[in-house]
């Protein structure tokens, strides 16, 4: 219980609890010249995004590189590809808790900010992709539920606000203890209104663990018909190597595989620039890492059982769309896809030697691209190749998406900075309730398991 | 109820592309330019598909003129989000330009790839602004469209028939690439009722529709060349 009461400010008393933490304040109290080089240089790229978009809207949707009959190109990978990150957080803090799996004490808060942020790029990048962005409304006024899309809006915005609750109800006891260190200003401003009056009670954190107990327990479900909507997207289609029953699981799998991997990225990152070496250690890595070959192992069996089947059956429509991803345009996406999310992760995290801090990073970024690779594969050759004998064109995309997809990727770094120098970004009061509680909890919970 | 249908006799189609053009003019699709239709953005509502078979010397050519199909189940309606297109109650599938969001959700689903996309805003050379078709709206930039059966001149039909006091019958409406073939190899009418022509045709073991595995049941039936 003593974990949960707030400091009382940086005297005497903070010094002697709060000391062992006191590294997980600087990047809140204290902000380097490398913080703001990093900070303007992506601003920067967010700017050239901000005017292709400009461009796009001015002109029409013929800036970019689309054209009949492929009529979805980057910006919905992108959608795919960000919803699909977005499961990094929320499902796998979410699993982690339910199964009192205790090395989750440093790393969720880091996992859920990205679920939070990545989804507002999901959905923005199907906003980019309307060609009348101004006519949003209609979707709420006229939207009509047997359209994919709107399932999408509803499980969207469901997840949105379902993870967005799930990130800040463990952040409350976090704020109550900024709240009492800040000095006046807007910040302390903030964190009282933030902080809701916690005064870390019994009654209290009865409440709030009860809170995020039922939240991890709601999340899950959401998470999975997330990405299972969309999937539905294509798969509700008949379009060649788009009308697929195992789309919804195989979607689901490679959100959790680019999610874990987007965790692992952004942990390494910070344990770097916070000296977070201690919270984020050799260990964390290790146990995502193996998480991650599940997952890699995972993905490579939807992927090999989906094409089988094609290339078995042999239908004409669909394999013609086959050949393409192997043998065609798309052969060296495809390729290069099956490389990085299969072969580079799966040498290195399955041998003990490799699954570590530089290892599972590596295999990280590699298993990203692949999966941004995985999402464009599935999206643009079947739009290649429509089933009537038109000449079709091959799709390469202009600068202003490829502007987008770099600012995209800017911005969701930038705001996660903010929120790095805002909150704690790992959960102090979580980590000290594990130091205090945890051995004892966990030496009980043994004693259940195992035979007199 | 009427249920417009079209039969394409394929003997009689000499792909001379003379409902291309008239379907061009009529429905005020703007001429591409060169550069755009080189990378496939042109608009056409109705197009000559081809399709090759063996090398020449020794080699098949087929032409089939594509119109939408105006499914009975359309692919594209379910996939809309907003209800931009719908089916009329005498069979034709609806563009609402000023409802559509441009998503392109139904332009993917479409098996055909009837429909097509204002990748930017429409212009046309200054010489033909002012012959543009008044019945036709002019769709603004980022929506999609397709071909409607001219449905257009339904309305016009009406108008004539109500003016010349009698009730509006199936010979009244023709769309432009019918009533344009040279070869008259386009025929037109209400498929629910049996003794038109092209209910006959329809009869014909001749005929068949394209794609008819997915059960999207088109009102648009061809008839096998070569017979």
């Known amino acids: ?177 900024l709240r009492d260190r800040m000095p006046r200003g807007f ?22 663990e009860k809170g995020i107990a039922i939240m991890a327990v709601t999340v899950l479900p959401i998470a999975v018909s997330v990405h299972t909507v969309v999937s539905y997207v294509f798969s509700m289609t008949i379009q060649p190597m788009w009308h697929s029953t195992i789309f919804g699981p195989y979607f689901v799998a490679g959100a959790i595989y680019s999610g874990i991997a987007a ?19 050799e260990v964390h890595f290790n146990y995502l890492g193996i998480l991650l070959l599940v997952m890699t192992c995972l993905w490579f069996y939807f992927t090999f059982s989906e094409y089988i089947t094609v290339f078995y059956g042999a239908e004409p429509d669909e394999i013609k769309v086959f050949f393409e991803k192997m043998t065609g345009t798309y052969a060296p996406h495809f390729w290069i896809m099956v490389v990085t999310c299969f072969i580079i992760p799966f040498t290195i995290l399955a041998n003990n030697r490799t699954r570590n801090i530089r290892g599972t990073v590596i295999a990280s970024i590699s298993v990203n691209i692949g999966m941004w690779l995985e999402r464009f594969t599935i999206v643009v050759p079947t739009l290649m190749h429509p089933r009537l004998p038109y000449e079709t064109g091959v799709y390469s995309p202009t600068w202003v998406e490829w502007s987008i997809l770099a600012g995209c990727f800017a911005l969701f770094t930038m705001i996660y900075m903010i929120f790095t120098k805002l909150f704690p970004i790992v959960s102090l009061w979580e980590v000290r309730e594990g130091r205090e509680k945890a051995q004892a909890e966990v030496t009980e919970r043994l004693r259940t398991y195992l035979p007199t | 109820m009427i249920r417009w249908g079209m039969v394409i006799d394929l003997d009689k189609c000499t792909a001379c592309q003379a409902c291309v053009i008239a379907c061009q003019i009529e429905n005020n699709i703007p001429p591409p330019s060169p550069e755009e239709a080189a990378i496939f953005r042109s608009i056409s509502w109705m197009r000559i598909v081809e399709h090759k078979e063996g090398e020449y010397p020794h080699i098949k050519a087929n032409f089939m003129p594509v119109p939408c199909m105006q499914c009975v189940n359309p692919p594209c309606i379910k996939v809309c989000p907003v209800g931009a297109t719908n089916k009329t109650k005498e069979g034709i599938v609806d563009q609402v330009y000023g409802r559509c969001i441009g998503c392109r959700y139904c332009a993917n689903a479409c098996p055909y790839t009837v429909k097509s996309m204002n990748w930017y805003k429409p212009e046309w050379p200054k010489e033909m602004m002012s012959a543009l078709n008044p019945d036709v709206t002019v769709r603004p930039k980022g929506v999609v469209e397709k071909c409607l059966f001219c449905a257009h001149r339904i309305q016009k039909a009406k108008d004539r028939a109500k003016a010349e006091n009698r009730e509006m019958t199936p010979d009244d ?38 794609l008819e595995e997915l059960g999207t049941e088109p009102n648009v039936y061809y008839l096998r060349e070569g017979a």
């Not at chain 1, 609890?17 to 990047?27: A, F, K, N, V």
């Not at chain 1, 996992?111 to 962005?133: S, Y």
């Not at chain 2, 344009?180 to 009869?203: E, M, Q």
Request: with cysteine; aromatic share 14%; hydrophobic share 45%.
């Open chain 2, 173 to 210: 409406y023709i769309p432009a690439c019918a009533e344009t073939c040279p070869s008259k190899a386009i025929y037109f009418g209400d498929l629910n009722d049996k003794d038109s022509i092209v209910s006959k045709y329809v009869r014909s073991p001749r005929a068949f529709r394209l």
């Open chain 1, 263 to 281: 965790i692992i990225v952004a942990m390494a990152i910070l344990r770097r620039v916070y000296h977070l070496g201690d919270y984020f250690r």
């Open chain 1, 187 to 208: 910040r302390k401003y903030l964190y009282e209104v933030l902080a809701l009056g916690w005064a870390g009670t019994e009654k209290q954190i009865h409440y709030l």
């Open chain 1, 1 to 177: 219980m003593e974990a949960l009461k707030p400091d009382r400010g940086p005297g005497k008393e903070s010094m002697i609890t709060g000391s062992r933490d006191e590294i997980l304040y600087q990047p809140i109290l204290h902000t380097g010249r490398g913080f703001y080089v990093v900070f303007a240089l992506l601003s920067l790229v967010v700017l050239i995004a901000a005017y292709a978009y400009f461009t796009q809207f001015k002109y029409g949707l013929g800036v970019t590189g689309m054209n009949s009959p492929i009529f979805w190109g980057i910006y919905i990978t992108n959608f795919v590809f960000f919803i699909g990150v977005s499961h990094a957080g929320t499902l796998i803090s979410a699993i982690l808790r339910i199964s009192k799996a205790e090395w989750r004490r440093s790393i969720t808060r880091s996992a859920e900010v990205i679920t939070v942020l990545v989804l507002f790029f999901g959905l923005g990048n199907i906003l980019i992709d309307l060609g009348r962005i101004d006519r949003l409304m209609k979707v709420i006024v006229h939207g009509r539920f047997q359209s994919p899309l709107l399932w999408d809006v509803v499980s969207l915005t469901t997840y949105l606000t379902a993870s967005s609750i799930y990130l800040y109800l463990p952040l409350i006891p976090d704020i109550a203890l």
